[in-house]
């Protein structure tokens, strides 16, 4: 099963997370499609969108724990960071659909899209310092500036899942929008853009995301390069081994 479809249509780059027995979970090579399908809709000059999405009752569920766990590479050489890269630099307009789960990355990647529209049945949530890590894609620069620190230390600090009404209001999503609708609303505004004078878009979307642009890939670097050190940590181990054994993590012992 290709778990990464791409399709270009009307000026559309369609980016579907395809992998539904597993959650929509990323895998290494999902990334690289990903990834690869960003830098391509960038660089066609007939490509005027992206629109990201999963299925109506799941987003993803984040990055397969399996490979924090088996630890194949450094993670600044990741997929993921690739990944992480080209969504946070593309330059065509990026407009994702999320229904059901949207975790870890889920809602991370979601910080550089311009438009994001939700069904009432998303849960969005960033679980990384309850697994023992640290935020990535920039969200702990990111998710401040767009929520507040209030909003953001309650999103990461206790890394708990949130409702689609409660990322409306902290500004990670445009719309909410009847689960039935989510897609073709999404279409629909992919399409609009799409109809838009081009390097109006892009240049109007560059200079949005002018003044932030150094510091969320400084950001994103130095979180990839503490991200690695969590996962080599004593409390990463517990908290990642206690997820796949389905049992409550013990921190009692670490100071």
Known sequence: MNHVIVETRDRITRIELNRPEKKNALSPEMYAAMAQALKA????????????????????SGNDVKDFLE???????????????????????????????AVGIGTTMLLHCDLVYAAPNARLQMPFVPLGL??????????????????AAEMLLLGGPFSAEKALAAG????????????????????????????SVRMT???????????????????LGLFGERLR???AK??????MEKRKPDFSRFS
């Open 41 to 60: 809709a960038d660089a066609d000059a007939q490509v005027r969108a992206v629109l990201i999405h999963g299925q109506r009752d799941c987003f993803t």
């Open 205 to 223: 979307k560059e200079l949005m995301k002018r003044a932030l642009a150094p510091a969320v890939q400084e950001r994103m670097t130095e979180e």
């Open 71 to 101: 630890l194949p590479r450094g993670p600044g050489d990741s997929p993921a960071a690739g990944f992480l890269r080209a969504i946070s630099t593309a330059r065509k307009p990026l407009v994702a659909a999320v229904g059901g789960p």
């Open 238 to 243: 517990e908290a990642l081994s206690a997820f």
């Open 134 to 151: 640290l935020p990535e894609a920039a969200s702990s620069l990111l998710l401040p500036a767009m929520a507040g620190y209030r909003r």
């Open 172 to 199: 990670i999503v445009t719309e909410i929008v009847p689960e039935g609708e989510l897609l073709e609303r999404a279409r629909q505004a992919a399409a609009a853009l799409a109809a838009l004078p081009p390097e």
């Open 233 to 235: 940590s004593p409390e």
